[in-house]
C-alpha cells in the first residue's frame, strides 16, 4: 500500500456518532477496493500490487465488499484501520487539524499545523 486512505472512515448521515457501532475495514480490504473497483485492475493485476496470490486477493476483497455491504445496510460506520499491510513510510493523523502526514522519518509534530498530536496509524517495515 502506497498511502494510506485520506479519510478514516464513514459515517451514516442522520444519526449521531455516539449511536453508531461500526464496522472495521482493514487497511488491506480498503486497498483492494481501491485497485479493483477504483483502478480498475483485474483480480489478478491487484494480487500482484499487494504482493499476494490471486485466492488471497479474492479472500481480502470479498471480506471487504461484505463489511462495506454490512456498514451501508444496518446504518453502522465504517471505520478504516488496522491489519496486515507493509510501507516504507510513517503515517500519522493529527488530531488537531485532521490531516495525513506521511514520512519517511519519524514526526513529532504535524506538518500542516504543527500540533503534537500525531497517532501513529502504522509500524513501518
Given at each position: 500500500?502506497a ?14 456518532m ?5 464496522v ?6 480498503y ?8 483502478e ?18 479474492t479472500?481480502?476483497?470479498?471480506k ?21 499491510y ?6 500519522y493523523?493529527?488530531?488537531?487539524c485532521?490531516?495525513l ?13 504543527n500540533?503534537?498530536s ?8
Amino acid at each position: 500500500m502506497a498511502n494510506p486512505p485520506v479519510m478514516e472512515g464513514f459515517k451514516p448521515f442522520g444519526i449521531p456518532m455516539t449511536d453508531l457501532d461500526p464496522v472495521i475495514l482493514l487497511f488491506e480490504e480498503y486497498e483492494s477496493i481501491r485497485l479493483s473497483d477504483y483502478e480498475g485492475l483485474t483480480q489478478e493485476q491487484s494480487a500482484e500490487r499487494m504482493n499476494v496470490s490471486r485466492p488471497t486477493f479474492t479472500r481480502i476483497y470479498e471480506k471487504a465488499r461484505r463489511t462495506i455491504a454490512r456498514g451501508f445496510i444496518e446504518g453502522k460506520a465504517i471505520f478504516i484501520e488496522g491489519g496486515d499491510y507493509h510501507t516504507e513510510d510513517s503515517w500519522y493523523r493529527c488530531d488537531s487539524c485532521m490531516e495525513l502526514n506521511i514520512s519517511k522519518n519519524e514526526l513529532s509534530n504535524c506538518n500542516y499545523c504543527n500540533s503534537k498530536s500525531l497517532r501513529r496509524l502504522n509500524i513501518p517495515i
